[in-house]
């Protein structure tokens, strides 16, 4: 026999062998699966709430833009000099500059009071005495002191304007989610691998003499282990499946009513659809569906290997 079925061979026989230890086993299975689901279930929606808040912080801060005033006798030959400026700090860190004419400030103003706009009738043309500015948009708002501090040393700013006190809050709220997010998914990489091992040892101690026959014949470590290896790769696949159908059924209702939230729609927020967060919560759940299966298993075998 060559090596190539040699390890055919091999593998057939490890996950018929697997799939027999979870059929033979149903009951410790079948709580090994409803806990791998309920671990991966409460990862998941932690981690959309987390994508979520990081897109809604990059939604804000698209709108919490520095505003640069300029000096009112600026030429228009200084005012193109400050865009150049301000981009040169550099666009690692600018994402936008967007310009804001006297006119366009008027028209703002007209908007903010438009029950009493008649006040502005006297500021047209020459008599208008807003400043232009600039609206600067940040790659990250972690940068706004940075920026702040440049643009403040530039000629001809007369002012810089920014909600300093939201860009704080907005950083720590996005800092602190991902944080819990990290926790939440180490316990229940933990919580995981500990059902999963447990269960498995079920199954190894019940055939503990077939496995020291095995040994004493000469069959090595890993042809004992693969059949277990494999018995905890199919629970975790299958529970990785199931979180992923429930996950998505449950997230896109949930979504659906959210979304129809006036305040969202006022602060023309929108959230991530589960067709966005669907490819990498597949590829973290296989991985982790897979990953817990092989060192569950292997945690469960150490013990009877080393007899």
Same mark, same amino acid.
Request: proline share 1%; charged share 15%; no cysteine.
């Given at each position: 026999m060559t090596e190539k079925e040699d390890i055919?061979? *091999?593998?057939?026989?490890?996950?018929? #062998?697997?799939?027999? *230890?979870?059929l033979k086993n149903k009951k410790s299975s079948l709580i090994s699966l409803i806990t791998m689901i309920c671990a991966m279930f409460i990862f998941g929606v932690a981690f959309a709430i987390g994508e979520n808040a990081t897109s809604?912080? #990059?939604?804000?801060?698209?709108?919490q833009g520095i505003q640069v005033y300029m000096t009112t006798d600026a030429t228009d030959e200084q005012i193109n000099q400050l865009e150049s400026d301000i981009w040169n700090i550099g666009t690692d860190k600018i994402q936008k500059v967007e310009f804001v004419s006297k006119q366009q400030a008027l028209e703002t103003m007209k908007t903010s009071f438009e029950d009493a706009d008649w006040i502005f009738d006297g500021y047209e043309g020459e008599n208008n005495i807003f400043p232009v500015s600039y609206i600067v948009s940040l790659t990250d708002l972690s940068y706004t002191g940075e920026v702040e501090k440049a643009i403040g040393q530039m000629d001809n700013v007369d002012k810089i304007r920014s909600s300093n006190e939201? =860009?704080?809050?907005?950083?720590?709220?996005? /800092?602190?989610?991902?944080?819990?997010?990290?926790?939440?998914?180490?316990?229940?990489?933990?919580?995981?691998?500990?059902?999963?091992? *447990?269960?498995?040892?079920?199954?190894? /101690?019940?055939?503990?003499? #077939?496995?020291?026959?095995?040994?004493?014949?000469?069959?090595?470590?890993?042809?004992?282990?693969?059949?277990?290896?494999?018995?905890? =790769?199919?629970?975790?696949?299958?529970?990785?499946?199931?979180?992923?159908?429930?996950?998505?059924?449950?997230?896109?209702?949930?979504?659906s009513k959210i979304a129809q939230s006036d305040v969202l729609q006022r602060m023309n927020i929108g959230l991530l659809s589960f067709g966005e967060l669907s490819q990498v919560i597949a590829i973290v759940f296989l991985v982790l569906g897979i990953g817990i299966g092989i060192v569950g298993s292997s945690i469960s075998m150490k013990k009877y290997l080393e007899v």
């Open positions: 055919a061979v *091999n593998s057939f026989y490890f996950v018929g #062998e697997g799939f027999r *230890n979870v809604v912080v #990059e939604q804000v801060s698209a709108s939201t =860009i704080d809050t907005l950083i720590k709220i996005a /800092h602190g989610v991902r944080l819990a997010v990290i926790v939440i998914f180490v316990l229940l990489i933990v919580m995981a691998v500990t059902i999963i091992s *447990n269960t498995i040892k079920l199954t190894v /101690h019940s055939r503990r003499r #077939e496995i020291s026959i095995m040994k004493y014949v000469g069959a090595t470590d890993g042809f004992i282990r693969g059949p277990f290896v494999v018995e905890g =790769i199919i629970i975790g696949l299958i529970a990785a499946l199931l979180t992923i159908l429930m996950l998505g059924l449950a997230y896109d209702f949930i979504i």
